[in-house]
């Protein structure tokens, strides 16, 4: 299997992460189940092998870049990656209309939309000094 293509242009939404403070709509704990929720289902998708599914997951501008990426179209090119399990959700961070959801094994941003929550970049590891870069991220 061919690896994910690793992202080296930091998203904006991650170096300026502890200023995104926007008010969001409902109460952080229902923003914060909201993520949760939205995690779980890209991460069932990723151990069942759905491709549709995660493809379903991402956020559009993300699942553009990776078909834009690629030459092909989303589902084809994410079941052909190796994307891995990310494990258990160790936190979930919400500013507004942005989150960060710290799993064992990786790291997930997501936007909220109008239809919830979708995944913006998932595959990030930190950087020294820097932000994080991503496996898949939107453009």
Known sequence: MRELRRATTPLVLLVAWPAVLVAGCGSEGERSADVRH???RFEDAVEQGDAAGMCAALAPGTAQELES???????KVIGEEAVP???????????????RAVLARDTLFLSQFPGGWKVVAVGCRPQSGGPYECAVKGG
């Open 85 to 99: 399990a990310g494990g258990q959700i160790r936190s979930v961070d919400v500013y507004g209309r942005q989150a």
């Open 38 to 40: 939205a995690v779980v």
């Open 69 to 75: 990426s690629q030459k092909s179209r989303c589902v």
